[in-house]
């Protein structure tokens, strides 16, 4: 495509306004309004960044209100970069206009400062196990008993043990080396599902390294419009991979993994890491696109004759364009039991930290998501973000459904819960 003659930071003159990503769109489907479809949204950054509209509360609203499911790009026959514009546009927003007080508190502290450090989220959510205990959920108000209500009530501790790099089974004779990303949310809610994953990868066949240094992907401040604070975490880890020497760099976090294939965009214009980034990011893989198909599973995967579906989460699915792998693994395992969900690929109204900024949205569409489930008569639901599994598995339990299991693929595919089988190589 020829250069536009007009500055066109974030993409925008791309569109060619066809609508064709209207019923993609689950703020579109939800509401039936142009405003808070993907074509409404980019006219709306064309308009802000030519200075046609102010940045302000109510022009801001529908940005807001944006998802960053990235469903209208994937369907988008013309290319639009609409992630990268999302994140440009609230680059500036965040330059450009000062928010109330309690959202910045929200945004700014709780969510920037405290979800991407592990040890400042065990903390933060050692309260949440006190509410709990006592017994004291319904007096708190709405907005925190929402929130409350996605934090596990059992958080297992499972730490990956350093081996021997020589102990990988190798079905195929040849062990590789993976460096594995283990996240910051993940760690503190999912420690099990880490290991388990690591588990995954080693009878595939993989010495799995777990590089020190490394850190949170940067995917929350990214999406945000913190684009200086996400390359900084993108440096970091860079920096600890490369240290570690890996071939493959693997993620189990459908979120960070579509952030981590982005660094090479993220940091195209800083001549000291572009091409470093460039190459890091073009190492990175989902957990779905190492592991073979079908994965032999270690004991019957669900219990026999329940039924089985698979909810794609956004980045995976969207951002990454990964669907038949995770699906072939899930049906390979399940057999007859595999049942599909209806409109799967649609968000779940987790989005990152979306179901804490924007909780009324978000609601509807957990909502949406669980009459699908409902609807299918699964017993178990599989997906591969750690936002879904909590958004969903709160949205089960608040429909007097909470026996329906939601498992992370590498938790379905090893069914040993916390067994802590995953061994890492110490460097
Ligand atoms: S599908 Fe693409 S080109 Fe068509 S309206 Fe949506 S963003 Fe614009
Ligand atoms: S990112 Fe998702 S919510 Fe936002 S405009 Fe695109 S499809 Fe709609």
């Not at 990868?201 to 850190?215: E, W």
């Not at 952030?259 to 470093?276: I, M």
């Not at 004991?299 to 089985?308: E, F, I, N, W, Y």
């Amino acid at each position: 495509m020829k250069p536009s003659p007009i500055p066109d930071p974030s993409g925008t003159l791309a569109c060619i306004h066809c609508g064709l990503c209207l019923s993609a769109c689950p703020t579109y489907l939800e509401t039936g309004d142009e405003n808070q479809s993907p074509r409404g949204r980019i006219h709306r950054m064309r308009a802000l960044e030519e200075g046609r509209m102010p940045w302000e509360a109510d022009t801001l609203r529908a940005i807001d209100l944006c998802l960053g499911c990235r469903a209208c790009e994937a369907v988008c026959p013309s290319g639009v970069p609409y992630g990268a514009m999302l994140e440009h546009t609230r680059d500036q927003i965040g330059k450009r206009y000062r928010r109330p007080w309690l959202q910045r508190l929200l945004r700014r502290v709780a969510i920037e400062q405290v979800f991407p450090y592990p040890e400042r989220l065990e903390l933060a959510l050692a309260p949440a196990d006190v509410v709990r205990a006592l017994g004291i959920e319904r007096w708190l108000p709405g907005p925190i008993r929402d929130a409350l209500a996605l934090v596990p009530s059992r958080r297992e501790h499972v730490e990956l043990a350093p081996f021997s790099p020589a102990t990988a089974v190798a079905p195929g004779g040849t062990v590789r080396r993976a460096g594995f990303v283990a996240g910051c949310a993940m760690p503190v809610l999912f420690s099990a599902t880490n290991a388990n994953t690591v588990a995954l990868l080693n009878r595939a066949g993989f010495d799995v390294v777990l590089p020190p240094g490394q850190g949170c992907c940067g995917a929350l401040h990214a999406h945000g419009g913190q684009l200086d604070e996400a390359r900084a975490f993108a440096r970091r880890n860079i920096e600890a991979f490369e240290r570690a020497g890996v071939g493959v760099v693997v993620v189990n976090a459908a979120g960070c993994g579509s952030t981590l294939k982005e660094y090479g965009s993220l940091l195209a214009d800083d001549p000291a890491w572009a091409g470093r980034a460039k190459d890091f990011a073009a190492r990175v893989r989902d957990l779905t696109e190492v592991l073979p198909v079908p994965m032999p599973t270690s004991a019957p995967a669900h219990p026999p004759g329940s039924r089985v579906t698979y909810h794609d989460a956004c980045h995976l699915a969207h951002a990454q364009r990964i669907t038949r792998t995770p699906r072939d693994l899930v049906k390979a395992a399940a057999g007859a039991d595999y049942v599909e969900l209806p409109e799967a690929d649609v968000c779940c109204g987790s989005a990152g930290t979306y179901n804490l900024t924007e909780p009324e949205m978000a609601a509807r569409l957990q909502h949406r998501k669980i009459s699908h489930i409902l609807a299918t008569g699964a017993r178990t639901v599989i997906t591969t973000n750690p936002g879904c599994l909590l958004q969903i598995r709160a949205g089960l339990i608040a429909a007097g459904a909470g026996d329906i299991e939601v498992l992370h693929l590498a938790d379905y595919l090893v069914r040993e819960p916390g067994s802590g089988t995953g061994r890492v190589t110490t460097v």
